[in-house]
């Protein structure tokens, strides 16, 4: 009996809105459904309104939502803001969390939320130590700067594990690849995450470079010199695993609640993502 109820429980469940993949605003606005079906009914035919609950609160926990498609729904109604407070930053994933608290937050380069740490002008500060430079209109990478950093990248490459835990702090740093995003783990638990291998190589390269060049980078906390890194990897010329060209491209991000137009900024020959932002 007990073995039965578990496999209907199991085929029932929808691990892709469950678990670690539930979605907070949407479960919220199912209960809210649920509560008002529940009341609805329940004026009606009490004992009906109570099992209508029972059943809702049943279909959100096993399946992530009652209502199909609200996803869709909290996805074109709900504000960003809103998004926002149940920690779903609508950056859907665009860079580094060195401080690894949110996991789904992410660097916000373009310092339109509240993430940002005193306004920080990464441009500027790239410039005033030289790792970028003037282009015509434009920034690139300063080629001195770029030809250290390839050498860097190349060094991480022998044992990034071992680099990502100097880095971050870790006793035992792990590099996985979870659902797309590449995740730096200490003893199996997420401390941060990146877009991808790549560009968490590109930026274990640039971190010595900075610290040498920045004085206070020691002192900065983690959120600052995540968006200083990821300001960096704009910039970057070569793929640190292929030796590919990076290009610009606009794309369109779905999670379950959010379609977010983004510029992405991707290897051209092996197609890693090193770098997603809004527009
Ligand atoms: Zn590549």
């Known amino acids: 009996m007990r073995a039965i109820g578990r496999t209907t429980v199991e085929r029932l469940r929808q691990p892709e809105y469950t678990g670690e993949n539930r979605c907070p605003p949407c479960t919220v606005v199912n209960l809210l459904l649920a509560a008002l079906g529940s009341v609805a009914i329940g004026s009606l035919a009490p004992v009906a309104g109570v099992a209508f609950a029972l ?74 130590i030289g790792a970028v430079e003037p282009a015509g209109e434009d920034l690139r990478a300063a080629p001195s700067f770029e030809r250290e950093w390839r050498r860097a990248a190349e060094e991480v490459l022998d044992a990034p594990e071992r680099r990502a835990g100097d880095v971050l702090g870790l006793s035992e740093p792990g590099i996985e690849d979870r659902g797309g995003v590449c995740v730096v783990a200490d003893g199996g638990i997420e401390a941060a995450r990146w877009p991808s291998r790549e560009a968490l190589v590109a930026d274990l390269a640039a971190v010595p470079l900075l610290r040498e060049r920045l004085s206070d980078w020691e002192s900065l906390d983690r959120a600052t010199q995540g968006r200083l890194l990821a300001g960096l990897r704009v910039f970057l010329t070569f793929c640190p695993t292929c030796g590919g060209v990076p290009a610009f491209r606009e794309d369109t991000v779905e999670s379950c609640c959010r379609s977010v137009d983004v510029v992405t900024y991707d290897c051209e020959d092996c197609g890693a993502r090193l770098l997603e932002l809004q527009r």
């Open 55 to 128: 059943v809702a609160v049943a279909a959100i926990y096993l399946r992530g939502y009652l209502v199909p498609g609200t996803p869709e729904l909290t996805k074109r109604h709900l504000p960003d803001r809103v998004l926002r407070w149940f920690g779903k930053d609508p950056h859907v994933g665009t860079s580094v969390d060195l401080d690894g608290d949110n996991a789904v937050s992410s660097t916000d380069l373009d310092g339109d939320n509240a993430v940002s740490p005193s306004h920080l002008d990464v441009e500027s500060r790239l410039l005033s």
